[in-house]
């Protein structure tokens, strides 16, 4: 008699394709099976508890299975679980975009939904493209990214992305960009001011060349996630901001993994006064509940599309479930807890709490950089912390960290060599001692042997 998680590990083998997984790695090895979740904590078949050390891949905010977020979706799902938003409207749909124009940067009124950030960020682009060639203007059809950069999966996401190992591969079907380097003070000898006047050096050039060619830019504000937790200096995104408006370039903030909290603010533009053209949000919008995505513009961009029907101004784009209604609800009730539980006001002293923590990391021999900004945490293992030098990516050393931490009750997924630690906003004090605890501890196992 096979035991339910035989049963259940042996049809994942035969039938599921997981994402970002070398799937021969993945099945010579027992595979993890989530059966259920309470608080921050989620609960294997087997009945193992491990903590959400990177909130399922950093969408949670509020925990699992929170009675006031299930609530809402069981009173949504009452009404009606789905209608689409194409020609026609819904409430929790409506109800949200007011409250999203509420708390985001002032001057975004517009709301155009979608179900992840990928897709979100293809409308920004593409919004920004027909927004000049609505108005006339011909020629500006190119976007800047910056190195590194990831804005999801799609092909036109994966255009302005800069990650050679997801997207090299793909470069032949994707349009071209142009490339501004992101201020990296760890890796620039002039450290911070040397990174950021770089950055604002080659923006300023390309900007001063090209901007009649340029569409928009796009950023990760702040920190720049995927690429390994990487942190800007201070000023830079209110120079680059600048600079876009002054050369007639739109500024795309993606702020997919930032926004709803993660990084002290309720979006890492506030923390520079930096009001985008477009905004693009996902993730923790629903509490990490719902696929639920949307793309917000100012009044300018939305007024280069409103025109009579033969103008043909219309923005031709839509996703069969943009604007769920149970994704929504479920939002609008997260959005609610965020208020009533003060969820952005508290991030700072949890902040505090996990840096002092992981102080203890600091001198070991193999930790490199501890990255921080809020509860968005990368630290980067290397092989030498005195010359830098890296860890070969065959050592699969993150890999080998996670699963540790695994072992000893937490979950989390590196970013090659950088260990990621993005608890839920919800997380306790006690909590985050206990999941620094077991971060600390599977380092220096693997690292330092044992
Ligand atoms: C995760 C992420 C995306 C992609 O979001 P998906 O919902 O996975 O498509 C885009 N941009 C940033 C900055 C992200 O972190």
């Not at 049809?11 to 090895?29: A, G, V």
């Not at 799609?154 to 994707?174: E, N, Q």
């Amino acid at each position: 008699m096979l035991t339910d998680y035989e049963r259940l590990a042996a049809m994942n083998k035969d039938h599921l394709w997981h994402p970002f997984t070398q799937m021969k790695d993945y099945n010579n090895s027992d595979p993890l099976i989530i059966e259920r979740g309470e608080g921050i904590m989620l609960y294997d078949v087997q009945g193992r508890a491990y903590y959400d050390g990177f909130s399922s891949v950093w969408l949670n905010v509020h925990g699992h299975n929170v009675p006031e977020l299930n609530q809402a979706i069981t009173e949504q799902l009452g009404r009606v679980a789905h209608s689409t938003l194409l020609g026609m409207a819904n409430v929790p749909a409506i109800e949200l975009a007011e409250k999203l124009v509420g708390i985001t940067p002032k001057g975004l009124n517009k709301v155009f939904y979608s179900d992840s950030g990928a897709t979100g960020v293809e409308i920004a682009i593409k919004m920004a493209y027909q927004h000049w060639h609505n108005q006339g203007v011909r020629g500006k059809t190119k976007f800047i990214t910056m190195n590194q950069a990831y804005h999801g999966d799609t092909i036109g996401a994966v255009s302005v992305g800069a990650i050679p190992l997801y997207h090299d591969l793909f470069r032949p079907m994707l349009f071209p960009t142009y490339v501004v380097p992101y201020p990296y003070a760890y890796r620039h000898e002039g450290g911070e001011t040397g990174a950021m006047k770089a950055t604002l050096t080659a923006l300023r050039n390309l900007l001063e060349t090209c901007a009649d060619e340029i569409a928009a830019l796009i950023i990760e504000p702040i920190v720049q996630g995927a690429s390994g937790i990487i942190v800007m200096p201070p000023g830079c995104l209110r120079e680059m901001a600048v600079l876009c408006r002054k050369h007639g370039v739109l500024l795309i903030a993606d702020e997919v993994a930032t926004g709803f909290g993660r990084t002290g603010v309720m979006f890492a533009c506030d923390l520079e006064d930096v009001s985008p053209d477009l905004m693009v949000v996902g993730k923790g919008l629903t509490g990490g509940y719902l696929p639920v995505a949307a793309t917000l513009a100012t009044d300018e961009v939305y007024r280069s599309f409103y025109a009579d029907y033969q103008e043909q101004k219309t923005f031709f784009h839509g996703h069969s479930y943009t604007g769920n209604p149970l994704g929504c609800a479920v939002a609008l009730a997260s959005l609610k807890l965020f208020e009533e539980r003060n969820m952005v006001e508290r991030v700072s002293a949890k902040a505090s709490f996990v840096e002092s923590k992981l102080a203890v990391l600091k001198e070991r021999p193999h930790v490199g950089e501890i990255r921080q900004k809020g509860l968005m945490i990368g630290i980067e293992l290397v092989r030498d912390k005195v010359s830098r030098e890296p860890y070969d990516w065959s050592e699969r050393i993150g890999v080998r960290t996670s699963l540790r931490a695994r072992e000893l009750g937490m979950l989390t997924r590196p970013l090659g060599n950088v260990i990621v630690f993005i608890p839920p906003l919800a997380s306790s004090e006690a909590e985050l001692d206990a999941m620094t605890d077991i971060l600390a501890e599977s380092i220096l196992h693997v690292t330092e042997g044992g």
